[in-house]
């Protein structure tokens, strides 16, 4: 980190603190569950409905239940207005979330159903993958779905030769030096694997191992904020 | 059932450790620990560590009682959807009287509700029956869905609550274990009022003495406590 021209981060964090987050769960009477999960400006929606007979048939898997997440951002989400409906980009992050919780949901017991995970990003500043992996996780509890273990993800980055952990809009958009690097990356609670590790930009191999050890770490605490928020989900709100 | 720990836990939480604990519903065993699998309430008795879910989808149990509508008609007997996972399969010899095989529609029609009896739960569907007193097909009277997870409140300690109000209103009520709940009372006045009594219960199914709220809710309502025409039939609400 000598000579890095990202010196300072323009929100006055550290370069190894996590936004500001806030979680609730059971945000959707209807569902079968729901929770949203918030970093700084980027807010986080998710719904579970199912277990539920899939249709058409022929997708249906007689050995278990099969896991299906759709991602998709609100018109409203960003400053400038996104086309709603599924895009090049939502379809990979629905599909990278999916096989992220895949690794820790265990649907062997509802053969030929399927497990829905819708979602929606109503604010957007950067990281709203591992926001939604978050919510997503905290979501598939609630409803009662057999897991093996929770989910945290976080975005861990690079501006210029700087480590940095919970990436936001600004420091993704960082263009002095080197430019700016992107890892999302999921870790599951209690075996500790990494369940999604994507990586968009530059970065060395010991760098690389760096940031998913700031990580880990900031996994740990995100953990504890969606633990409280299901812990406190009966303590007086559950019908809202 | 003796409750030695009741604490929440979440997917991946540690219960107990100690090789001498058994995982049973909702758990797994990890080496030396006892961890959780489901979002719920754990339970150990007699070393013996289950977790009871809190919210989410009906799982059924053998011995549930459960209303359900006929979605299907097969060779040999009735789809019935409950609101679970998959279908229920309610075969001709379990119903209580001979029905010849190319008369299914008379007995049963599609659309029309039933109380029935969980007789089997296996991985590739459940077994039900009507052939008790008590169960069959419902006539008349209303039909409407709550929080399955608030069943033993409407129910109460050995049917004290459904007695309640039934004995308020001198409807008469069933409640299946999937949630679904059907009055029938005299008219369609009583029924109406029957359902806002239930709602309440389910609404405020946290707060303690509710059987006490409840009785003043009844009495705002303008009912003295006990009606005429008691139905002392139908109780099904033994079990859990």
Known sequence: MVNSLYTKRSDGRKMDEVRPMKAKVGIVPSADGSASFETGGTKAIAVVRGPRTLHPQHMQNPQKGILRVSYGMMPFSVWDRIRPGPSRRSEEISKVVEWALSSVVDLSEFPNTVVDVFIQIPQADAGTRVAGLNAASMALAHAGIPMKEMVSAIAVGKADKTLIVDVNKEEEDFSEGEGATDIPMALTSRTKNIALLQLDGKISPNELREAINMGKKACGDILKVQMDALKNVNGGSDNE | MDNEERQIVVPGETIVSGNEYLPGDGAYRDGNEVVSKRFGVSNISDKHVRVIPVSGTYYPRRGNTIIGTVVDITHNGWLIDFGGAQNAFLGVSEVPRYINKNELREFLDFGESVVVKVWDVKGRGIDVSMKM????????????????????????????????????????????????????????????????????????????????????????????????????????????
């Open chain 2, 133 to 240: 007193r008590g169960f069959g097909k419902l006539e008349g009277g209303m039909l409407f869905s709550v929080n399955p997870n608030k069943v033993p409140r409407i129910i109460g300690k050995e049917g004290s609550m459904v007695k309640l109000i039934r004995d308020a209103t001198g409807c008469e009520i069933t409640v299946g274990q999937n949630g679904k709940v059907w009055i029938s009372g005299s008219d369609v006045q009583k029924e109406i009022l029957t359902r806002e009594i239930i709602e309440f219960v389910v609404n405020n199914a946290t707060i303690n003495g509710l059987t006490e709220k409840v009785e003043e809710f009844i009495k705002s309502k303008g009912l003295k406590g006990s009606d005429v025409e008691i139905v002392a039939e139908n109780t099904d609400g033994g079990e859990e």
